[in-house]
């Protein structure tokens, strides 16, 4: 069963140096950031995701809390033609808050993808950050055009 996405928190703010960079956005820019939860079927939480958008390409309404916040339905509710994208995968030690998102110990060693999804023409789109824990799961990724 894939883990269901829950919203925790939708904010927008001016993005932090580290987010410009990676979204190649300039000083000062706006982004809407999408902090939710992803559980298992029985409601054990499995991921803690951190979803950056620059809000150049998306509306208040297309990020509007309690929506779905995947990429593609995000694209398509904002009229975003998404292209390419790039995901690394790596393990890391979760700090405290996390781990408490996880019911988990603070340094336990999870699985850390940060991805990068830009639109047709290259800018990006997205960036997400997620810790995932793997006992009794496996990470799925469905991609489709």
Not at 3 to 23: D, G, I, N, W, Y
Not at 70 to 75: C, E, K, Q
Not at 83 to 109: F, H, I, M, N, Y
Request: contains cysteine; hydrophobic residues 40%.
């Amino acid at each position: 069963m894939l883990a269901e996405a829950k919203a925790k928190e939708v904010q927008e703010r001016t993005a932090s140096l580290e987010e410009a960079e990676r979204l190649q956005l300039s000083r000062g820019e706006m982004v809407f950031e999408i902090s939710q939860t992803r559980c298992s079927a029985d409601g054990r939480p499995v991921a803690v995701d951190t979803v950056i958008l620059p809000a150049t390409l998306f509306t208040r309404d297309a990020v509007r809390e309690g929506a779905d916040h995947s990429i593609l339905r995000l694209a398509k509710r904002a009229g975003v033609l998404l292209g390419t994208g790039e995901e690394r995968v790596s393990l890391a030690q979760v700090d405290p808050a996390t781990a408490k998102l996880l019911r988990t110990d603070a340094g336990t060693s999870v699985v850390r993808l940060d991805r990068i999804v830009n639109t047709i023409d290259g800018t990006p789109a997205e960036w997400r950050v997620a810790y995932c824990t793997m006992s009794g799961s496996a990470y799925v990724s469905q991609l489709r055009a």
